[in-house]
């Protein structure tokens, strides 16, 4: 961990991001990405922040197999991240961690995660995996799309914002390049795995259109690089009550299992024009501010898709 974070640094690369500034024993504070005109910051940010976190009070050679964690209320993109950890327990071979992630005194996202002093694992190809897979073009077949500053995206299944439909299928991975530390690349997968939602390809009449993420857990497999390609592959499972749970997994291009995921987010009412009318009535109340006219929505997608966060 080298310089200290402050509320006007950004980080401008995946392994910035995942540096943390140590504040006390069990105090740190991380740096926000530069996500321009979003105000929120990106649920698998604060995620991953408090996997690294949880992880600099275990003792080496232990690597997180497990994570749960709550999303409690909005973080902001102008606003650090403080990530205060919960020594719950060290055993033989087990250690367990709680996390909070706090901006203005309120926890906005809360974690527990498990390490594991793994052994030596045996031929690969004896392991069992059952995880459903997905017959998918190669990366390079696939169009570049995506909103993150962070990471290089392809959707395998399109994103459509007017017409309510958003990926369940990309392809993903870092920017840059990442050191050799498999905790930071299980940090890498924790960041990747809040894109796009498994409801995406499902019309918004059968089940609501998509909102706010409410929990997220997640298990660590086999070891792959979140700066080689890591294909993120989610799918519907039950949506009742104005939510929706999917589950999906996180596979290297040679199709290694690197982690299942499991996600549940609420499943807002009304039809996707309303929420267009909520994205103009901001830019109208922001122009205002700014003393400008406002731009309507052909301009703010295109100023979207130009601005580095929106490649």
Known sequence: MNEPANELELANDLGSLLDLERVDRDLFRGRNANFG????????????????????????????????????????????VILEVDRDRDGRSFSARH?????????????????HAESEAGDVDDAFDGAPRREVPEPAATRRGGWNPLLEVREVTQTDFLKGVFTDCVWARSLTRLPDDPLVHRAGLTYMSDIG????QK???????????IDHAMWFQEHIRADDWVLVD??????RSARGCYEGSLRGAD????????????????????LVEGVLRNEAEVAAQEGREPRDLEELQRAHREHPAGR
Do not use: W
Not at 197 to 200: D, E, H, S
Not at 204 to 210: E, Q, S
């Open 234 to 239: 989610l799918r519907p499972v039950k949506a």
């Open 203 to 213: 019309p918004a009449a059968l089940v609501g259109r998509g909102g706010p993420s």
């Open 255 to 274: 199709g290694s299992l690197g982690a299942t995921l499991y996600q549940e987010h609420l499943l807002l009412p009304g039809a996707l024009s309303e």
């Open 197 to 200: 939602t498994g409801f995406g």
């Open 37 to 80: 005109p979003r105000r929120t910051l990106y649920g698998g940010q604060v995620a991953a922040q408090c996997l690294i976190a949880a992880a600099a009070t275990v003792e080496e050679g232990r690597l997180p197999h497990s994570l749960h964690g709550y999303f409690l209320r909005a973080g902001r993109s102008d606003l650090p």
């Open 99 to 115: 996390v909070n992630a706090v901006q203005e005194g309120e926890v906005i996202f809360s974690m527990i995660t498990s390490f």
